[in-house]
């Protein structure tokens, strides 16, 4: 596998605010966990010697779909507990300015396991799922996990092709030794899909059958095997909760609709991929909090198997969103303040649309109770799993590692910027946060790009205040970035078929196809 070492020089134009150990970093000067990324200058023996960690810990990357940063109790819900998924918060690190990649599944995920932010993401929206699949050539993250010697499973949502196709879309493709999967995107709005993909290979189901209990429990069974065979694994769990349709297992649904008798005459509806059954729900409202609920007894199951089989210690747990909250399938994000004191939702790149409700748990090395406010991204995370197990990082990563953060010890690498963007088309919302300043620019919807918006996180956080026209330098630098950040994608391969001699009209078919920009990304997801 062809792999490059990249290194990443940064010029720090504004000083980045945190409460974390942090270290001024400038330009052709690299920190001790960079140095590590880039020279593989420390071994693994070396870290171990450290601390009590092994130097191969197993890693579950737990990824909820559409999750608003104030859905989980632990990050403001009042109307709903979650004390399981409380307790990864409680037991490690809360990473209150962890953001998701995008504002839609598709190239949040790709980012995430490219490790690219989204003007470099190939990926720039929902679409036709297997023309944005991952290009082969890259090293994406279960293949940093793999070249370490891991045994690999993932279990959820893909969002990035049709998961029983050999080609690229499969995840099997890239790195993962196994996979428990919805056949698509599209059919993953529904829980009751009349299919499960095991492996590549489709398996029917029963009608009625709640798939999220089947995709988990095979994720429990990849944990319990490796665990025992004493293999070091990662886990990822791509779960499509909550997101519509508001499908819970019955019991729990009916539990909540006594609780919000209020809600009855309410339906919600959504639609799933051809041919598949997505049942409307009376009462959304117990459907959202019975699914929530659910997952979160998921999420304790996880615990209380890592306990038994004594990997607790031995295994960091990372939990984030793909997105915001969505106003879909009969969900009330108003109702249950999703988005707590953030501004819009799902598709939006204000804070409410990207910034993701994370934490990290590893007893041991990550201290429990704690915080960081350091502004970070999806990703960060394959550059952190690289400095973790030692491996080289992939040509194509702009993120940074956040070992430091998540161990505290090293020092954290700083970086100037975050970047967002939403969706691939000539008119863009584009998004940057330096340190506690952030600028939205709004273009798609809007008949003329706008200017650009310039909010105060520190006193601002639900951007209410544009104060552009008070900082002339720091919009003046933003809009130099986010015009570098951007690079349109790649145009399409011209298609196969030779246009024969004199015929204009198919010449000038094929001659716009090249030109053309990929699939707009109207699609739900
Ligand atoms: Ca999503």
Redesign the pocket.
């Known amino acids: 596998m062809k792999r490059i070492l990249l290194s990443l020089p940064l010029t720090l134009l504004f000083t980045i605010h945190h409460s974390v150990a942090a270290a001024e970093s400038s330009q052709g000067k690299r920190s001790p966990s960079d140095q590590r990324t880039t020279e593989g200058s420390a071994s693994s023996s070396q870290r171990t010697t450290e601390g009590s960690a092994s130097a191969s810990p197993n890693v579950i990357y737990i990824l909820a779909?559409?999750l608003g940063y104030g859905d989980i109790s632990c990050f403001g819900q009042k109307k709903l507990k979650t004390p399981n998924i409380d307790r990864l918060a409680t037991g490690g690190i809360k990473l209150t300015d962890h953001y998701s990649a995008n504002t839609?599944?598709t190239p949040?995920r790709h980012s995430l396991m490219a490790g690219q932010h989204a003007g470099r993401c190939l990926a720039r929206g929902n679409g036709k799922e297997n023309t944005l699949a991952l290009r082969e050539e890259m090293t994406v993250l279960p293949e940093v996990f793999k070249a370490a010697g891991y045994a690999t499973g993932m279990y959820g949502k893909w969002g990035l092709g049709i998961t029983n196709d050999p080609g690229a879309p499969n995840p099997m493709n890239h790195g993962f030794d196994e996979f428990s999967a919805w056949k698509s995107q599209a059919i993953a709005h529904t829980y009751y899909p009349t299919s499960i993909v095991r492996n590549g290979k489709e398996e029917p189901l029963q009608e009625g059958t709640y798939i999220h209990d089947l995709i988990m429990d095979d994720a429990l069974a990849f944990v319990e095997k490796n665990a025992k065979a004493g293999k070091p694994f990662f886990c990822y769990i791509p779960t499509a909760v909550p997101?519509a349709a508001m499908h819970a297992p019955k019991a729990l649904h009916d539990k909540y609709r006594k609780i919000y008798p209020q809600f009855e005459k309410k339906i919600g509806r959504y639609g799933a991929g051809p041919g598949e059954p997505c049942p409307d729900v009376k009462n959304p409202i117990a459907g959202y909090a019975g699914m929530m609920e659910n997952f979160d007894n998921q999420i304790g199951q996880l615990l209380e198997l890592l306990e038994k089989t004594g990997q607790a210690e031995n295994t960091l747990i990372m939990f984030s969103s793909?997105?915001g909250s969505h106003l879909e399938g009969g969900h009330d994000p108003r109702f249950w303040d999703s988005n707590g004191p953030l501004r819009g939702h799902?598709r939006d790149l204000f804070e409410g649309g990207i910034r993701a409700p994370s934490m990290a748990r590893w007893p041991g090395t990550i201290k429990a109770g704690t915080s960081s406010d350091l502004p970070s991204a999806h990703y960060d995370i394959l550059a952190t799993v690289c400095d973790l197990l030692d491996q080289p990082v992939p040509a194509q990563n702009t993120g940074i590692s956040l070992l430091p953060t998540l161990s505290g010890k090293g020092q954290q690498q700083q970086r100037e910027y975050l970047y967002w963007e939403h969706p691939q088309s000539k008119n863009r919302d584009q998004a940057i946060r330096i340190g506690k300043w952030k600028g939205v620019k709004l273009g798609w919807k809007v008949k003329t790009p706008q200017k650009l918006q310039l909010f105060d996180l520190e006193k601002d956080l639900g951007e209410q205040n544009n104060i552009a026209a008070q900082h002339p330098d720091i919009v003046k630098r933003m809009e130099e970035i986010i015009q570098e950040a951007h690079q349109p994608l790649p145009v399409n391969k011209p298609a196969k078929k030779p246009v024969k001699p004199g015929n204009k009209k198919a010449a000038a078919k094929g001659k716009k196809k090249l030109n053309s920009t990929p699939p707009h990304p109207t699609g739900k997801?």
Do not use: E, W
């Open positions: 779909d559409d839609v599944c949040s997101h793909d997105n799902k997801g």
